[in-house]
């Protein structure tokens, strides 16, 4: 088994100790080799024992996450935020695809985030390397809609061989079938993507998307028209038409009313 070197990095001491403890006592894969209560004392340390992994709090005096990160044209290590943000935060990390671990720290959470980390240190260190575009892209969109009060706007879609950066506004739909995840975009056509739709709906559930059909979720934001008499048809901008199903009718016209609503008040 490949182990992971790790460092921490919270300006809270009891933060340190209470993920160093966990780390200890149920995380066998990782060697924690190092802690800091500053970004400036993580980039000694990052360059004193270069680890495969950084647990990293956001918020902290003097820099933040961010800005230890943007300290990195380039950087081999992975990045796991130790954060106790709020929902909606953690929506946007979410989006953004960076692991995160919210505190309180469930330690089944932990456990699952290091066998990720561990199962890809294993395919190749080279590989790790070359995520060094993606990471950067997920730091921006993860810094863009963290400054965006309500709900985020830009999301990542994680293709076969890269990523995507998204608006969330150019999303007409998600779609699955039984092999694939498709992301259609209003400019850009179809993006076949390797999340499953269950993966897209947690992440966009508290915004202007709603799930009418087992297969398709939606963005309200291009919704033109519904139509009762024609099967429980509904037109999007793009001028596709889409079956909302039965079961999912009542859900589908309260979002879109409360969206509505939303939107026309001034």
Known sequence: ???????????????????????????????????????????????????????????????????????????????????????????????????YLLKPIDIFELRATVQKLSAMLSESHCEVKQQNYACREQAEVLHDNLRIAGEFIKVILHRPRGIKVAHVRDILYIRSDAHYTTVRLLNDGDIVVTGSLKDYEEILEKLHFCRIHKSHLINLMHVTEYSFSASNRISLSNGEKLIVSKRRTREFLTKLNEYVGVGTRS
């Not at 950084?54 to 918020?59: G, Q």
């Open 1 to 99: 088994m490949d182990t992971l070197r790790g460092i921490i990095v919270d300006d809270e001491e009891r933060g340190r100790e209470v993920l160093a403890r966990m780390l200890g006592d149920h995380c066998p894969e990782v060697d924690l080799v190092g802690m800091a209560k500053s970004a400036s004392e993580a980039r000694k340390l990052v360059a004193d024992l270069n680890p495969d992994v950084v647990f990293l709090d956001i918020m902290m005096p003097t820099e933040s996450g961010f800005e230890f990160l943007d300290g990195y044209e380039e950087r081999s290590f992975s990045v796991v935020f130790v954060t106790a943000y709020h929902e909606h935060a953690i929506q946007a990390i979410k989006a953004s695809a960076f692991d």
